[in-house]
């Protein structure tokens, strides 16, 4: 499944001992009326338990040179040194990537089982846009957009 380019976010929320994230590559937008976002997490991921404990959740879509912090937060490393060195704010009780070319804020609607991972949707409450290229995932390895 490496073969198939898709975009890098980071899934974050705020949970009982501050903020969690994971880089997740399975989300995509749900549906548009209402307006619906999904994402892929892994069961036994530490932002999956701070997404349901804080009933809502934030994507930041990373772009072309933020590889760093998609590495960062792909790793297993306790939670807060995943933000160690990461450029962020709160927003609203979430977190958001700075440079982030899109971050989108979510209402926790449904948690579904979905093999290995849990699959998370969440009603859009906020959605911010800035221009530049997404990073992309591509036969294990980060690129930009050619």
Same mark, same amino acid.
């Given at each position: 499944m490496g073969m198939l ?7 974050? =929320? ?55 912090? =998609? *590495? ?25 990537? +700075?440079?982030a070319l899109v971050w989108? =804020? ?36 980060? *690129?930009?957009? +050619?």
């Open positions: 380019p898709t975009g890098v976010t980071v899934v974050a =929320a705020t949970g009982p001992d501050g903020p969690a994230g994971a880089t997740a590559n399975a989300v995509c937008s749900l549906s548009i009326e209402p307006m619906l976002m999904l994402a892929c997490l892994d069961r036994g991921s530490r932002t999956l338990l701070a997404v349901q404990a804080a009933n809502r959740f934030a994507i930041s879509v990373l772009q072309a040179g933020q590889e760093q912090i =998609a *590495r960062a937060f792909a790793t297993k490393a306790p939670v807060a040194d995943k933000w160690e060195g990461v450029a962020w704010h709160d927003r609203g009780g979430l977190p958001a990537i +700075d440079g989108v =804020a979510c209402d926790l609607r449904d948690v579904i089982a979905g093999g290995d991972h849990v699959i998370v949707t969440g009603e859009v409450c906020e959605l911010e846009t800035n221009e530049g290229d997404p990073l992309v995932f591509h036969s294990g390895d980060y *690129r930009p957009l +050619d």
